[in-house]
């Protein structure tokens, strides 16, 4: 049976659904060995008011994870009641997220329905997903001139992904997935390093440009109340180039909560890494506000728990990272944690087992997604009808980590079961022998690598649902 996809409304171009989970005493509505769920849909008529009417009930096709109606009956149902926000990307990761997944709650957040939009639908989701609390992202891409011209874009749209985050606040923790069998360029870290990425600001908010020629560069600022006052930057002998960015003490304090309450949840030790001896204002504050928020909310609760917290200096907290056990949350700033989330995550095998979720605490927000990109070396082999081997990992734990935290707010204890097998299966399918390319190739070398060491994308997908049904 196919997915039902009518009554679609549209609003600016743009096709807005939200996904309700319900459980009805319908024999439709179920967990199967192979699917997670099946969707009721409510949607939205205006940009955040639901809608009365309900639509057709759809379940997923064959080609998704999670099989078809007949292999359904003998599982028990769940019941989830509260909204998703789904968030459809670009290239490779379109195509996997279709096989994990049917297509409920949409946003098309695919780079020419952004151009056709102007980028609307990107708020729009991110202001849909503030109303239901979890969003789940597709890896989109974010142009540069090349991409401008080959999608014909109207401009050089920003990235998705930064946007979202201005919106949500909050802080990006991305964690590696510990797979027993894939080995680790750096093989001290047995435990994982989890980075918490603040996800507002500095250069990801900044305004840059070029200069022409020779000038006198100032930074002004002018108080609601007073009289501006200025700071000469530099004085330009020739031309060159230039930024201002910024941050501010709310949101500094939001990541700085975020970071102490993830850790202490985790029973992990916190550390903060800045440059705060070169930039002693921008980077001091940071570390300032830190160290009031540990004093006064949280060292008590560290010290019952046998974990600290620790500032270091960026550059001291590299070599750290490398020599360390792992076992630890590393709280960066926008740019370092961007950065270093790549670093570790090859560190642990392959940015292909790296979660990423954006957790706004003061809102109980989260929006997860894959940490890697659209994959588009191997889309080009797709548009081509060739075969690939691609990851789909994080796709698959993008999906659980979101629907986990939609348990933790509906306190529903057989959802989040559910998708502890799920993370659990794909993890004993690797360490089972049954893995794509890019981790087969961790484990051989390039030239003693052979076609039967991987599975190709869809088998592999086949494989993880084979291994949960046997664990239900």
């Known amino acids: 049976m196919n997915w039902i996809r009518n009554g679609i409304e549209k609003q600016d171009g743009c096709c807005m659904h939200v996904l309700e989970f319900n459980n009805y005493h319908d024999s439709n509505f179920c967990i199967s060995s192979d699917q997670i769920y099946l969707y009721k849909i409510n949607m939205f008529t205006g940009l955040l008011k639901k809608s009365n009417n309900t639509l057709n009930y759809g379940i997923m096709n064959k080609s998704a994870l999670f099989g078809n109606y ?8 769940i019941k989830v009641t509260g909204p998703v926000v789904e968030m459809d990307g670009d290239e490779m990761t379109r195509i996997i997220w279709e096989m994990i997944k049917s297509k409920p709650l949409y946003f098309d957040l695919g780079l020419p329905h952004r151009d056709a939009t102007n980028d609307q639908v990107t708020i729009d989701a991110a202001m849909a997903i503030k109303e239901a609390k979890v969003g789940i992202k597709c890896a989109t891409i974010t142009p540069d001139e090349a991409r401008v011209k080959e999608f014909h874009l109207k401009e050089m749209w920003k990235s998705p992904n930064g946007t979202i985050r201005n919106i949500l606040g909050g802080t990006v923790f991305r964690e590696p997935i510990v797979i027993k069998n894939i080995p680790r360029l750096v093989p001290r870290w047995t435990k994982p390093i989890v980075i918490g990425r603040h996800a507002f600001g500095d250069q990801y908010r900044a305004t840059d440009f070029l200069v022409d020629g020779p000038c006198k560069l100032e930074m002004i600022v002018t108080p609601k109340n007073g009289k501006p006052v200025s700071r000469t930057v530099y004085d330009f002998k020739s031309s060159g180039v230039a930024m201002g960015m910024y941050n501010t003490d709310e949101s500094i304090t939001e990541f700085a909560h975020s970071c102490f309450a993830y850790a202490l949840e985790r029973k992990y030790p916190l550390y903060l890494s800045t440059k705060n001896t070169i930039l002693k204002k921008y980077d001091g504050r940071f570390k300032d506000i830190f160290e009031d928020i540990y004093q006064s909310k949280y060292r008590k609760q560290y010290e019952a728990a046998g974990i600290w917290y620790e500032h270091r200096l960026i550059d001291d907290m590299v070599a750290f990272a490398i020599k360390s056990n792992g076992g630890y949350v590393w709280a960066c700033k926008n740019y370092d944690g961007d950065v270093q989330s790549d670093v570790v995550a090859q560190g642990y095998g392959s940015l292909g087992l790296m979660t990423s979720v954006l957790s706004a605490p003061n809102d109980n927000i989260v929006e997860a997604e894959a940490a890697h990109g659209t994959v588009t070396r191997h889309f080009r082999q797709h548009q081509a009808g060739k075969e690939t081997s691609t990851n789909s990992v994080a796709s698959i734990f993008a999906w659980t980590r979101g629907l986990s935290h939609r348990a933790k707010i509906d306190n529903n204890a057989d959802l989040m079961n559910f998708v502890n097998k799920l993370e659990k299966a794909c993890i004993t399918t ?15 070398e390039e030239k003693d690598l052979k076609r039967e060491h991987y599975l190709n994308t869809g088998d592999f997908i086949d494989k993880v649902a084979e291994t949960l049904r046997k664990s239900l």
Request: glycine content about 4%; charged content about 20%.
């Open 70 to 77: 007949s292999q359904m009956r003998n599982f028990h149902k």
């Open 430 to 444: 690797i360490e089972n022998g049954h893995m794509t390319k890019d981790l087969a190739l961790c484990i051989y």
